[in-house]
């Protein structure tokens, strides 16, 4: 016999809608910790623009692993050949990241079923294509290369952009929370009259000096066209296998 509790409602349809009540509570609870977390106030590093400069420089031999994402809005053609070129600057790349040193690191590149590996060594480098079982060894300096997915992560990108910006203004950029850590910002404003680049803003550890994002601003532009960043990061160095190369072997 139904137990009435009036208009029609029964106590299992009343206890029903409690406890869908709680589990949306419960929902709207965890997907709003994420947010809070993001918006909660920075302190303040403290760091001078010169200084941070001077430690970004200075993180070359820091070890570290991660997974770092970057983001291009150039809308660049499809070129034949430099498919793979274009992408870069106009899409998104996703990339796991280990380094135990400037000579001994590894970039793997993520995509949908897809997943190529690049091993640096001392004098030597392997590309490892996962789906067609493929290791290339690149052996010697290659003083002319095109741009690959490496080259954009936070670290290799921002250093490569002081080294040319010799010259240019610094400005302190407010801290950001950047895959857990507070980070130091700076302004980078290039002061050559040719240039299309309004700005370039850079966030690195204060401590150890290593970038952990980067957004480049065109002239004109309201948004940043090219975006690389950490979403997660430790300092620590790599296990010695991690950044070994397959072996050569039946299949590959």
């Known amino acids: 016999m139904r137990q009435l509790t009036g208009a029609g409602r029964t106590v299992v349809a009343g206890q029903a809608r409690r406890r869908w009540s709680v589990v949306l509570a419960v929902v709207v609870v965890l997907t709003a910790v994420p947010v809070l977390l993001a918006h909660r106030p920075v302190p303040a590093t ?3 623009p010169a200084a941070l400069r001077d430690r970004i420089a200075a993180s070359v031999a820091q070890a570290y692993q991660g997974y770092a994402q970057s983001a291009g809005a150039l809308g660049l053609p499809a070129l034949p050949n430099l498919e793979q070129v274009t992408a870069l600057v106009s899409g998104t790349t996703e990339m796991r990241v280990w380094r135990g040193a400037p000579d001994r690191w590894r970039v793997d590149v993520l995509g949908p ?5 690049l091993y640096q060594l001392p004098g030597e480098q392997y590309l490892w294509d996962y789906g067609e079982s493929q290791l290339t060894r690149i052996v010697g300096d290659q003083p002319l290369r095109l741009p690959r997915a490496a080259d954009l992560t936070p670290p290799e990108l921002v250093r490569r952009l002081l080294s040319l910006a010799a010259g240019d203004r610094l400005e302190q950029l407010p801290g950001k929370r950047i895959a857990g850590v ?3 910002g700076l302004r ?4 050559a009259p040719g240039t299309t680049v309004a700005h370039i803003d850079v966030w690195a550890d204060p401590a150890s000096g ?3 994002q980067a957004e480049i601003t065109a002239r ?4 940043p066209v090219f975006v690389t960043r950490f979403l997660e990061v430790s300092l620590t160095a790599p296990a010695a296998a991690v950044l070994d190369p ?3 072997g039946p299949g590959i």
């Open 46 to 48: 403290g760091v001078a």
């Open 113 to 117: 079923g897809t997943e190529q590996g």
């Open 182 to 184: 507070v980070a130091a």
């Open 188 to 191: 980078i404003v290039p002061v």
């Open 210 to 212: 290593l970038p952990l």
């Open 220 to 223: 004109g532009a309201r948004r």
């Open 246 to 248: 397959p072996a050569p």
